[in-house]
């Protein structure tokens, strides 16, 4: 039976996992490489829950390590190496806003890492410029040019 801290981050991941999954999804676009930014995202909460869960903005902090961790990714490319020659056949139902969702995804592709991540967070998940800023570790200003 988990303590009562260990509940608290339980029942507090098990809320923000949709918000998280769609945030690194917009990040990377592979919903494999979205599980793993979450999951890792999680390990790293957990391993400060005791100094995290007195922060004021939780949802900040939580947003500034899977961006971060999303940023790290991308210059370590390890997502890079493929372990099957081909992907799965996955069978798929036709969605509407496949054809919209394609081409944001093919142009966010296009930018590089940071300024992938700042039109997700501006954009997206229309947080405020100086949230944004924060999150990168950056000035508002950087954020506005990008």
Known sequence: MPD??????IEYVSARLPMLHRLAYSLCGD???ADDLVQETAVRLFE????ASRAEQLDAYVRTILVRLF???Q???WWR???FAAPPDVRRT???GTEERTVLRDALAKVPPRQRAVLVLRFLHDL???EAARILGCSAGTVKDR
């Open 75 to 77: 210059r370590k490319g």
């Open 48 to 51: 400060r829950w005791s100094r």
């Open 81 to 83: 190496i493929r372990l």
């Open 71 to 73: 940023l790290d990714s």
């Open 94 to 96: 036709e969605d509407r």
């Open 31 to 33: 919903s494999d490489q």
């Open 128 to 130: 405020p410029v100086d």
């Open 4 to 9: 009562a801290s260990e509940q608290e981050y």
